[in-house]
């Protein structure tokens, strides 16, 4: 019987995030295979319709990760980001997704153990969750 | 109303206003927005509680703009409407006239947009009581009726953008639908192309809406689009305490940002 | 075939949707949903409202829907796989349409058979028939009286019913189809009721000539009118989409380069970009030549053309304009003008 494992797309920035992915990497830590990262220059450029794109695709659920606040590599890109998160999650919410599959975090280029136990325990919510039949359900829909 | 059509006569008569965009009689009692471009016919100008249209959408077609000096009939929500396409470079001062008119129809002439933005801070918060009802009662459904609320809505959709086109925000000449290298919003009006569009048109909107509630009422389906936007006017008020529409300078919520915005969902 | 006449008694409504469906035949009726009526599937009478002047939507999209897959592909070893889409497995009864509607089949048809013979429409239409039932109702918006139509028009129905004083229908059986469908119920249908149909109609006065007007359209091509009528109109396409004889379409391939699949959905004249050309030329680039293009379409280019006026009267374009663009009243304007 095989049992569902969830697809997890990562939108994260190139500085912070994707380095810390890499030192998780090379410090060899173990972490779920479930992700499919791709790599941004910041988390300012992440269109909030990618989101909607990964679910239309197949994602089950979905990783935004970039630097820190104050720390961002193009001094404010990330600030920029955290506002078009807070509505955009906020009006994904309004209109029945379920935000529960759309997880964010600040992880640096330092912290790859961070990175490994932020990715370990989306999976898991995921996992229990289920697929994202309601959102797959969509695509295809209203076509004669 | 006589106020406004005596005032709409004398501003065509000395040729302070070559056009006056207004509300005139239309088919079966509705109301429909009139180009006055003589002096006698300012008679045809009539406000009352049928006059629900934002007139500030003719603002920047061309071929109004190319009429002359417009005089605008200006409800309440057009008042902010005038701000906010001030506030993004689209008019300037004294580029129109705008004769305001009250929610309980007094005719106020204001001079220039400081008047305006006096006026408008005087007004009211953005949302009735009435319409923060709504949206409390949307808010408290499970996440899953309020999927299947807005999935039955939406799927109704069949993408005449009359939601956009009545949008005076909507003002981009290649609107982004339009383009397709890539086509990044589906055209068909498939269940995925519309919650995109929807969405996408939402947040395109969001700290410039006005809540003027005309995409709602342009909608032909009697699709309650304007909850979508209404929504988002409330939430960057409640978190960034900004609004659209209360001054000609620009304060948009989604191009500016403070170090210590809260939130309580990044990791 | 010349028409029959019999009487189908308001009770046997049902049983005849019944038989309708028991012949598997889809039918699709109008049906209150909130504040609006539109056409959906019916699983029996009860479903059906006749409350109404004209639903909002018209039925068109039974025939011409408004996202259709013509075909997917699928890239394979050998190269690319096409397969066809397969049509509706049953046939569908429109029940309860307005003759106007009906008569919209015509425009339809002459565009889509025209010059290439559009293989899903035909299909569709093959796969169609049409009761009607006439109107006893009508409003200022409705003009079917001035294209050639009227109230209890039979053009374009296999079956036209006129409700009576009684409540019970006479039924016109028009053509081949109208009577296969009578077979799968003839006990239902009596024989032809004495009543006068006149009496049962509405009255819609005739406001303008459609003849006068396409003689004197091509004349008015330069005229500053359309300028003056399209001043509102804001560029949307909600005239077009709810129109039941309105045919403008866009091709979307959506898919990568392993899968996807070619839609048809519906499209406006009215769209800013309709008309771009890849050079960037717009030969209407502004909403009066636009607007111009809607009126000299349906109501010179199509009669000249095809021998069909494109527009039934319904008035549904009025009645969904979000800024009161009352088509009837321009058109009265230029035929007296």
């Not at chain 2, 300012?42 to 071929?63: F, H, I, M, S």
């Not at chain 2, 009435?130 to 993408?159: G, I, N, P, T």
């Not at chain 3, 009864?93 to 565009?111: E, M, S, T, W, Y």
């Not at chain 3, 095809?306 to 009265?332: K, T, W, Y």
Request: aromatic share 8%; net charge positive.
């Amino acid at each position: 019987m095989s049992e569902f494992e969830p697809r997890v797309v990562a939108f994260v920035c190139n500085w912070c995030t994707y380095a810390g992915a890499d030192l998780t990497g090379t410090s060899r830590i173990k972490y779920a295979p479930n992700v499919r990262i791709i790599r941004f220059p910041c988390t300012g450029r992440i269109d909030f319709m990618l989101l909607l794109k990964a679910f239309a695709n197949g994602a089950d659920g979905i990783i935004v990760s970039g630097c820190h606040p104050n720390d961002c590599h193009y001094t404010s890109g990330n600030f920029h980001a955290r506002r078009r998160w807070i509505m955009f999650r906020e009006l994904l919410d309004f209109m029945g997704i379920d935000v529960r599959r759309v997880r964010f975090a600040w992880i640096s280029a330092a912290e790859g153990a961070k990175w490994a136990q932020f990715v370990n325990a989306v999976v898991k919510d995921i996992r229990a969750l289920g697929p994202y039949q309601h959102y797959r359900q969509v695509v295809g829909a209203g076509i004669q | 109303m006589d106020a406004l059509r005596n005032k709409a006569r004398e501003l065509l008569e000395n040729k302070l206003a070559q056009v006056v965009i207004g509300y005139g009689e239309g088919s079966l009692g509705r109301v429909r927005p009139v180009f006055v471009k003589e002096p006698a016919a300012a008679v045809k100008l009539v406000y009352d509680g049928r006059c629900l249209q934002n007139l500030a959408t003719y603002l920047l077609k061309p071929e109004v703009k190319k009429m002359g000096k417009i005089a605008l009939v200006a409800k309440p929500a057009a008042l902010k409407t005038v701000l906010q396409l001030a506030a993004e470079n689209q008019i300037v001062n004294g580029e129109i006239i705008v004769l305001g008119v009250t929610a309980d129809g007094k005719l106020i002439d204001f001079p220039d947009f400081k008047a305006i933005e006096a006026h408008v801070a005087a007004s009211g918060p953005d949302l009735s009581p009435e319409e923060l009802a709504v949206l409390d009662r949307l808010s408290h459904m499970s996440v899953e009726e309020r999927w299947a609320y807005w999935q039955e809505q939406l799927s109704r959709c069949f993408k005449c953008y009359a939601c956009r086109a009545a949008c005076p925000l909507c003002y981009c000449t290649r609107c982004t639908v339009e383009c397709n290298q890539p086509q990044w919003i589906p055209v068909p009006a498939h269940d995925l192309g519309n919650l995109e569009w929807h969405v996408m048109r939402a947040m395109h909107l969001a700290g410039r809406c006005v809540n003027c509630g005309d995409c709602g009422r342009a909608c032909p389906l009697d699709i309650p689009l304007n909850l979508l936007t209404q929504m988002l006017v409330k939430g960057v008020g409640e978190h960034f305490g900004q609004r659209a529409g209360i001054s000609a300078t620009l304060d948009h919520a989604l191009s500016t940002f403070k170090p210590n915005d809260k939130e309580n969902f990044i990791g | 075939m010349t028409i029959e006449k019999r009487t189908l008694k308001k009770e046997a409504v049902g049983e005849f949707i019944n038989r309708l469906r028991a012949g598997q035949w889809q039918v699709v009726a109008p049906k209150k949903k909130d504040k609006q009526v539109t056409f959906g599937e019916i699983s029996g009478a009860e479903d059906i409202c006749q409350d109404y002047v004209q639903t909002t939507q018209s039925a068109k999209g039974v025939l011409f829907p408004r996202v259709e897959e013509l075909f997917r592909y699928q890239m394979q070893e050998n190269g690319a796989q096409i397969l066809e889409r397969e049509g509706p497995p049953q046939g569908t009864v429109i029940f309860g349409l307005r003759p106007c509607d009906a008569a919209a089949v015509a425009p339809l048809a002459a565009v889509f058979t025209w010059d290439y013979p559009d293989a899903p429409f035909k299909k569709r239409l093959a796969q169609t028939a049409i009761v009607a039932i006439s109107c006893h109702q009508a409003d200022e918006y409705c003009f079917c009286t001035s294209v050639g139509g009227s109230p209890g028009d039979t053009r374009g129905s296999d079956i036209l019913l006129t409700r009576l004083s009684g409540g019970d229908y006479l039924a016109e059986i028009v053509t081949e189809k109208g009577k296969r469908l009578v077979e799968l119920a003839a006990d239902l249908f009596t024989v032809a009721p004495k009543e006068e149909k006149e009496k049962n109609l509405a009255r819609v006065e005739k406001r303008f000539d459609a003849k006068k007007l396409a003689e004197k359209l091509p004349g008015f091509f330069d005229s500053p009118v359309w300028i003056e009528q399209s001043l509102r109109c804001l560029g949307c396409g909600a005239c077009a989409y709810v129109c039941p004889a309105c045919v403008c379409f866009d091709i979307q391939d959506e898919g990568n380069e392993k899968r996807g699949r070619r839609l048809r959905c519906w499209d406006s004249c009215g769209f800013s970009q309709f008309t771009l050309h890849t050079s960037g030329h717009n030969p209407r680039s502004v909403q009066s030549q636009r607007w111009r293009q809607r009126l000299m379409h349906k109501f010179s280019y199509q009669p000249d053309r095809l021998d069909v006026v494109g527009c039934v009267g319904c008035g549904r374009c009025s009645r969904a304009c979000p800024v009161d663009m009352n088509l009837l009243e321009h058109l009265i304007q230029i035929a007296e003008g």
